[in-house]
């Protein structure tokens, strides 16, 4: 099945692509496994560019990275 058959999943696509938004997820210890949405253009990057990199490492220090405590569920 192509994912763009799924109507919720495409809807999602268009929005990123319409709007200014970034959406990514990454894995526990920081790695971005994904990264998409056209807001990637303003931080003058690509969707997938993040793909592999340690976003914890990265941003260190900078207003970017929340705490890592999620017992807030956050």
């Known amino acids: 099945m192509n994912p763009t058959d799924d109507p919720r999943l495409l809807l999602l696509l268009r929005l990123l692509d319409a709007a200014p938004l970034v959406m990514w997820a990454q894995d ?23 793909g592999g990199r340690n976003g914890l490492a990265d941003w260190k220090g900078t207003a970017v990275v929340i705490d890592g405590d999620d017992s807030d569920g956050w």
């Open 28 to 50: 526990k210890e920081g790695i971005f496994t994904m990264s998409a949405g056209s807001g990637l253009a303003a931080l003058g990057s690509k969707p997938g560019e993040w």
